[in-house]
């Protein structure tokens, strides 16, 4: 199979890109990427030279360039994951979320619907859904009510996908993943965050109350959700994809200290994120009976093999946390 993956570069591509090199012997890949700051050639350096895989640096909104690869070489299948995915940057600035996230997506459907491609996947998030209160989930069929910049523009490309099904009969599959974490994922999202900042001996911000409740489920698990979405999904349907494991964040910040054996005063009550969503919990029934999907790896231990990970790739975040552009995004997120 040619499969075309966007967004490979980052945290969930990347993930992904391995499984598949790994486990699919049969494709062939190209991962379009730009190498936004999230993008990093490191998440993928110790796997290339690979004879299947060619990375393209290029922006998924570039209509010109994006046509040409597609007319050029002919993707059978699409799984579209690059975008601006930080709600926090989305508040200081939506600009690039609408270009990357909408028209991007609107240029990745008409390039492969003009080259015929036989399946292509949107990956959405639960954040299409907004917020729940105490009670109740979040199923395929829930309105979509977005409430933050990011989600606004993640529930654009995912009606997008929609349209392209509803009007040429696109074969757009749709899946909405609830929070992931795990290896490579970028040292601004909450779970590294609280690792690092552990690691380090750093205060810890926490939003508010800490009592936000967040559906967690390994990256891994989410990567082993999308294959059977691309090569069985049903044309037009949408997925959720969640292991069913809330946690409020004070606990997930709790747990990770006890893990590490840090200090649980490390951790700082921050002013809230602006209309921060309460609570995300997703019902991942349809994908289970109509994809198999089925989580493996249990909440601890995933957070133990993930802290495990960022404490045996200290130069992969050290790099990271060291940029002049990551520390400037710090100090005005957190002061
Ligand atoms: N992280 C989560 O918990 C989560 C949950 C559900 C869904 N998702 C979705 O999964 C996808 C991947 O999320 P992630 O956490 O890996 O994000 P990420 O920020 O780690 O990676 C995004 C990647 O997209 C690339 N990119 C950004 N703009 C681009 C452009 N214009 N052209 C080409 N490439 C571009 C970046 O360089 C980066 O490699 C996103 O679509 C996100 O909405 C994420």
């Known amino acids: 199979m040619r499969l075309l993956v966007t967004g490979g570069l980052g945290f969930i591509g990347s993930n ?28 993928l350096a110790d796997l290339l030279p690979h004879p299947r895989y060619r990375g393209v640096r290029a922006d998924v909104a570039d209509r010109a360039t994006m046509r040409a690869l ?57 954040e299409v859904y907004g917020s729940l209160g105490p009670t109740g989930v979040f199923t395929e069929t829930s309105p979509l009510a977005p409430r933050s910049p ?35 994922q970028y040292p601004e999202k909450f779970i590294p965050l609280v690792i690092l900042n552990a690691l380090e001996g750093q205060p810890i911000p926490l939003y508010g109350d800490g009592q936000q409740v967040r559906d967690w489920i ?23 994809l969640s292991a069913r494991n809330e946690q409020p964040n004070r606990a997930v910040a709790e747990t990770i200290l006890a893990l590490l054996g840090a200090d649980p005063a490390l951790l700082r009550t921050v002013r809230d994120r602006p209309g ?9 029934s349809r994908a289970e009976q109509e994809l198999g999907f089925a989580p493996r790896i249990p909440w601890r231990e995933g957070l133990r093999q993930t802290i495990a990970w960022y404490h045996q790739h200290t130069a992969w975040w050290r790099a990271i946390r060291e940029r002049e552009d990551y520390q400037n995004y710090y100090q005005q997120q957190y002061g």
Request: some cysteine; proline content about 6%.
């Open 70 to 126: 597609f007319h050029d070489w002919h993707p059978e299948a699409v799984v579209h994951l690059a975008a601006e995915s930080h709600v926090d940057r989305s508040l200081q600035d939506a600009t690039p979320f609408l270009r990357t996230n909408v028209e991007g997506t609107q240029v990745l459907l008409d390039a492969a619907r003009e080259t015929g491609v036989g399946r292509f996947v949107y990956v959405s998030t639960d």
């Open 276 to 284: 921060h969503d309460r609570r995300y919990a997703l019902d991942p």
């Open 218 to 240: 390994h990256v891994e698990d989410h990567v082993r959700g999308l294959w059977p979405a691309l090569t069985r999904g049903t044309p037009g349907r949408v997925y959720n």
């Open 150 to 184: 990011y989600a606004v523009s993640k529930a654009a490309g995912d009606l997008l996908a929609q349209a392209a099904y509803h009007t040429w009969r696109q074969p757009v599959i749709i899946t909405r993943c609830s929070n992931n974490y795990g290896p490579y």
């Open 16 to 43: 992904l890109v391995r499984w598949i090199l790994q486990q699919h012997p049969d494709v062939e890949l190209v991962n379009v990427d730009a190498e936004t700051y999230a993008g990093n050639p490191a998440n």
